[in-house]
Antibody, heavy 118, light 108 residues
């Protein structure tokens, strides 16, 4: 069965950095687009970043220039390097698999909480 | 950026009733590329509907989606106790992919 397990969240000071990881299993990771979506406490969902099976990458304007998405198909892993963190980046970050050749999200991890506070 | 507006914000219904949730896009959504998700408290979202009207794997047929222009609807027939949750729409017709603000379906 498809499993996505995020890790790497925690408490970080404004201006700090954090690297999130997502371990995938139960499917051929290299065949699928992947995304990160976040949810601030008590708020709705916000798409953050997308990576294709090749080199296409997109970012939300709110994180462009600060966050970097990457993947390692040999390790079945997705990453999100987050730099210059701001209090408004505080959220649960979900890793999600995109639908086959599409951009909806058919499987989600349970999320990892990132708190940016001094 | 396409803005999705969901209504109502909260829907108070009893088990067995029908729920009708609306999602209006600020502009045309390419190829009706719109999905619906269900999220229960403390859990990750779950995909219900994609391409406006296709049910995801394992989703009961009491869930259905439809589209008319820039208006999208999620209908839940005969609400079950496990259906009380927050529902989000998402468009993936053009980047950035965007979500609506959610509709909370609560027990009356």
């Amino acid at each position: 069965q498809v499993q996505l397990v995020e890790s790497g969240g925690g408490l970080v000071k404004p201006g700090g950095s954090l690297r999130l990881s997502c371990a995938a299993s139960g499917f051929t990771f290299s065949d699928y687009y992947m995304s990160w979506i976040r949810q601030a406490p008590g708020k709705g969902l916000e798409w953050v970043s997308y990576i294709s099976t090749s080199t296409t990458i997109y970012y939300a304007d709110s994180v462009k220039g600060r966050f970097t998405i990457s993947r390692d198909n040999a390790k079945n892993s997705l990453y999100l390097q987050m730099n210059s963190l701001r209090p408004e980046d505080t959220a649960v970050y979900f890793c999600a698999r995109d639908g086959w050749d599409a951009y909806y999200f058919d499987y989600w991890g349970q999320g990892t909480l990132v708190t940016v506070s001094s | 950026e396409i803005v999705l507006t969901q209504s109502p914000g909260t829907l108070s219904l009893s088990p067995g009733e029908r729920a009708t949730l609306s999602c209006r896009a600020s502009q045309s959504v390419s190829r009706n590329f719109l999905a619906w998700y269900q999220q229960k408290s403390g859990q990750a979202p779950r995909l219900l509907i994609y391409d406006a009207s296709s049910r995801a794997t394992g989703i009961p047929d009491r869930f259905s989606g439809s589209a008319s222009g820039t208006d999208f609807t999620l209908t839940i027939n005969r609400l079950e106790p496990e259906d009380f949750a927050v529902y989000y729409c998402q468009q993936y017709g053009s980047s950035p992919w965007t979500f609506g603000q959610g509709t909370n379906v609560e027990i009356k």
